[in-house]
């Protein structure tokens, strides 16, 4: 569905998407992992048109960004990272002015926000404006207006970034849902829990570059199942066991404080690039 | 088609809600000058049989149809810097053509309904003027001119303050130099060849001349459009620039 090669985005002599190689398959829900500045921003913004290419190749659903790239944002919705609704509008209104520019007609609209709305819980707010909104409530909306064109591939940049703990919860939810409808799913995040529950595939991105990608299950398996984490002089030291027995007996071991725990995706990011995902 | 209805509805719906802060806003300065240098200092200064006020009224109309247009600049940049919405825009399948017609005629809307406020609000000083086709034209030229011109420049500003700065150092000098205080007539040649370079002096020379019941000067009119042209041509190559 998504296909990169050699992509690169230089910003003077920044290489902020260097050489990235990438393929994301139909109906798959592929996670981008890295710190701020790692350049998963950017990819999205490249692959939606936001942002030019610097060199190489991406395809679409087939088709090309920068040969077609009317068709190729047409497969496309787009979640972006900060909020971009029109605040003085009301909820219809931004939907709306969205199916317009997808060239959607009047039934089709009508239909869509209907069905839209009821999927992410809104329609008693078709009329509200939007400024009237929360922040997950304009989260919501925002994953509707990106699906109202039927969009083969939803583009979601930090979807959750700022939100409380419930809500996040229930963003994960709709997304769960929304790929299981049969989107393609192409996510960005810097929390590491969020690309472990929701993604079937993940990438680590660090200054640009593609330090690993499998699944999550597989990154923490490269490094063991249990870890234990014990200051040192330098700071937190980790060690990672196969088995839970393995970590215990080297906890009992040290004469000073200890935590012992399954390992988890940042252990493998933190041990494939020295740095913790989250700045 | 549908991505021009949809950036111009955007814009009407927008100017629905504010519509009554922004009718406020389009008559404060107007009824300034016209109490101002119409009302309070107009007795002093007297063309011919006409009073100032009747020199005075086409001339705010000009300058109303240029500012209100130009305005479309503001909007445009507070979408694109402050509320990132213009991004809507380029992830859709919309051509640059579809943006920037539909920026464009939101622009001349503000600009007529900014003319019409100026008109009414002029009723009470018991000024009559003519009000034909060939005067519309012309408001209809101007604002085409600076709507399209707006839209090119808030695709190449980095910033809100570098809009303010051209809006200062463009659009205040032509304002007042345009030939909408004061006939161009009056300077001395070389200030009169300088100042017919510029759009407003044609616009406001051809609203003047309609709103008079003189016979309008094509060349004006010619001018206008060229120069719209010409802008509205640059507004169209300027959205791929505005992507980083």
Redesign the interface.
């Known amino acids: 569905m998504i296909r990169i090669e050699k992509l690169q985005k230089l910003y003077g002599k920044v290489k902020a998407v260097d050489s990235i190689d990438l393929a994301v398959h139909p109906g798959e829900l592929f996670a981008f992992l890295g710190p701020n500045g790692a350049g998963k921003t950017t990819t999205i913004?490249i692959l939606?048109?936001?942002?030019?290419i610097g060199s190489g190749q991406a395809r679409i659903g087939g088709h090309d960004i920068v040969e077609s790239?009317?068709?190729a944002?047409?497969q496309?919705g787009?979640v972006?990272q900060?909020?971009?609704?029109?605040?003085?509008?009301s909820v219809r209104?931004n939907l709306?002015?969205?199916g317009?520019?997808?060239?959607m007609n009047t039934q089709a609209r009508g239909q869509k926000i209907e069905e839209l709305l009821s999927y992410v819980e809104l329609l008693d707010r078709v009329d509200s404006l939007v400024k009237q909104l929360s922040g997950g409530l304009k989260r919501r909306l925002m994953i509707a207006r990106a699906l109202m064109h039927e969009p083969k591939v939803l583009f979601l940049d930090e979807p959750t970034v700022g939100l409380d703990p419930a809500i996040r919860r229930r963003i994960w939810s709709l997304i769960k849902r929304v790929q299981q409808d049969g989107t393609t799913i192409f996510l960005t995040t810097h929390y590491i829990e969020e690309a472990e529950f929701l993604a079937a595939r993940v990438a680590f991105l660090d200054t640009g570059k593609i330090v690993a990608l499998n699944t999550p299950q597989a990154l923490m398996a490269s490094l063991g199942e249990w870890a234990v984490d014990r200051m040192n002089g330098e700071g937190m030291e980790t060690t990672y066991f196969a088995t839970r027995d393995q970590a215990s007996e080297y906890a009992a071991s040290q004469d000073c404080g200890v935590t012992l725990r399954r390992v988890n995706l940042e252990d493998a990011f933190l041990h494939l690039t020295g740095k913790k995902v989250l700045s | 088609m549908?991505?021009f209805?949809?950036v111009y509805?955007?814009e009407m719906?927008?100017l629905k809600?504010?519509f009554k802060r922004q009718l406020a806003g389009m008559a404060v300065s107007p009824l300034l000058y016209l109490i101002t240098f119409g009302y309070a200092m107009g007795d002093l200064i007297q063309f011919g049989d006409q009073s100032y006020l009747h020199f005075l009224i086409p001339g705010l109309v000009a300058m109303a149809s240029m500012t209100q247009s130009f305005g479309i600049a503001t909007d445009i940049n507070v979408a694109r810097f402050y509320?990132?919405?213009f991004?809507?825009?380029?992830?859709?399948?919309?051509?640059n053509l579809s943006y920037v017609a539909g920026e464009v005629l939101a622009g001349m809307t503000r600009a007529l309904i900014g003319v019409v406020v100026i008109l009414l609000l002029s009723l009470p000083f018991g000024v009559v003027l003519h009000y034909g086709p060939l005067f519309w034209l012309a408001i209809v030229g101007n604002s085409f001119v600076f709507a399209s011109l707006a839209v090119g420049m808030a695709m190449l500003v980095k910033s809100h303050a570098d809009q303010s700065l051209l809006t200062s150092f463009i659009i205040t000098p032509m304002a007042f130099l345009g030939g909408t205080f004061f006939p161009v007539e009056k300077l001395p040649i070389w200030a009169q060849g300088l100042l017919s370079c510029l759009p407003l002096t044609h616009a406001s020379h051809a609203i003047r001349a309609t709103a008079s019941g003189k016979a309008a000067d094509g060349i004006d009119y010619l001018v206008l459009t060229v120069v719209g042209l010409v802008f509205f041509w640059l507004a169209l190559h300027s959205v791929?620039k505005a992507?980083?």
Do not use: M, V
Request: hydrophobic letters at 35%.
């Open positions: 913004r939606t048109g936001l942002t030019r790239p009317r068709e944002k047409r496309c787009l972006p900060h909020i971009n609704l029109d605040n003085e509008l209104e709306e002015i969205h317009r520019l997808f060239g | 549908n991505g209805i949809a509805l955007r719906l927008i809600y504010r509320w990132n919405i991004e809507e825009f380029q992830a859709a399948p919309i051509s791929n992507r980083d």
